[in-house]
């Protein structure tokens, strides 16, 4: 639709609000939309899930833009203060541009308001893990794995936490059942190259290495 009226600002709103709930890779695209938007309807008329929409995409895109992001979502909490995916996205946010303590000083907030959402713990996790705060991290890692057993990002993350501290061969039996979960996964493969080929296992990392390519 937007091929046949491009300058249609409200199909540009729709499609730009798929586009980041999608994910990867449609941020720069959503970016770019939703930069029409907002100079079409101009910062006043702006709503709360634009400006969120906004942020989310600047703050992911390749081409990001962390101080378009920060002005967006400071702009969504204005409008609805108690806004879960705000906080969550300026957590996010924070925890890309390596401000690790805000970044868990806000998904903290976001608990407060939703208890129980894994992005929410693995961003933490993330943050300690920036901080150097390992086993902290493995804690929240461990917490998100409890909730969503068969999530196989879930076990990814809590193999990463095993490997940060050092239990190496258990770190490896997770890396291997999120391959099973979710084979597909290029750095679930990946994870494992990294272990194997320091022990010189050149069979096994040769496997995981042209599973990833």
Same mark, same amino acid.
């Given at each position: ?22 994910? /990867?890779?449609? &941020?720069? $695209? ?36 962390? @101080? ?40 903290? @907030? ?22 150097? /705060? ?5 804690? &929240? ?61 050149? &069979?096994?990392? $040769? ?7």
């Amino acid at each position: 639709l937007l091929e046949i009226e491009p300058a249609n600002t409200e199909l540009m709103d729709i499609a730009a609000s798929a586009m980041v709930t999608y994910g /990867e890779p449609w &941020f720069d $695209k959503a970016k770019t939309l939703m930069d029409e938007v907002r100079k079409a309807r101009g910062d006043a008329a702006m709503t709360h899930d634009q400006w969120l929409n906004l942020g989310r995409a600047a703050t992911r895109a390749k081409k990001y833009d962390f @101080k378009v992001a920060e002005t967006a979502l400071q702009a969504a909490l204005k409008l609805s203060a108690q806004s879960y995916p705000a906080h969550v996205a300026m957590g996010d946010l924070l925890l890309l541009r390596g401000e690790y303590t805000k970044a868990i000083e806000w998904f903290e @907030k976001a608990r407060k308001i939703k208890d129980g959402d894994l992005r929410v713990l693995w961003g933490i996790g993330d943050a300690y893990t920036g901080l150097s /705060e390992l086993h902290k991290a493995l804690e &929240f890692y461990a917490t998100a794995l409890e909730l969503a057993p068969q999530d196989p990002e879930a076990v990814y993350k809590f193999a990463c936490g095993l490997k940060n501290v050092g239990r190496i061969d258990e770190a490896v039996l997770h890396f291997e059942r999120a391959i099973a979960l979710d084979p597909a996964r290029a750095r679930y493969h990946l994870a494992l190259v990294d272990i194997y080929l320091p022990r010189t296992m050149d &069979f096994s990392a $040769k496997k995981h290495l042209d599973a990833a390519l």
